[in-house]
């Protein structure tokens, strides 16, 4: 299961989106467990708001903090309905500030 793609311009959200949800829908067999990584300060505020992503979702974490213990990197592994659904999450932890999405 990989998650990276060329997804086009960045600063342009809504062709950013609907690349994304193309490639998405492309490679992977929804309904599917979909692996989300994050970067963050190791703030257990900033950590807890990407947990609070997930609430409703089916999911299992992995996180490793950083040699010097500054940052946080978080795999988590959630169930997911389709495309639409992973977009939503990556929208809400966007919303996060200080939030690197890989």
Same mark, same amino acid.
């Given at each position: 299961?990989?998650?990276?793609?060329?997804?086009?311009?960045?600063n342009?959200?809504?062709?950013?989106?609907?690349?994304?949800?193309?490639?998405?829908?492309?490679?992977?067999?929804?309904?599917?467990?979909?692996?989300?990584?994050?970067?963050v300060?190791?703030?257990? @505020? *900033?950590?807890? +708001? !990407?947990?609070? #992503?997930?609430?409703?979702?089916?999911?299992?974490?992995?996180?490793?903090?950083?040699?010097?213990a500054?940052?946080?990197?978080?795999?988590?592994?959630?169930?997911?309905?389709?495309?639409?659904?992973?977009?939503?999450?990556? @929208? *809400?932890?966007? +919303? !996060?500030?200080? #939030?690197?999405?890989?």
């Open positions: 299961m990989s998650n990276s793609c060329n997804l086009g311009d960045p342009n959200p809504d062709h950013f989106y609907a690349s994304l949800k193309e490639k998405l829908e492309a490679t992977h067999n929804f309904p599917e467990d979909y692996q989300f990584k994050f970067i300060l190791n703030e257990e @505020k *900033k950590i807890t +708001e !990407i947990y609070r #992503v997930f609430d409703d979702m089916q999911f299992t974490l992995k996180t490793r903090d950083s040699k010097n500054k940052y946080t990197s978080l795999s988590i592994t959630a169930f997911v309905l389709d495309a639409e659904q992973v977009i939503s999450v990556y @929208k *809400k932890v966007g +919303e !996060i500030e200080g #939030v690197m999405s890989l």
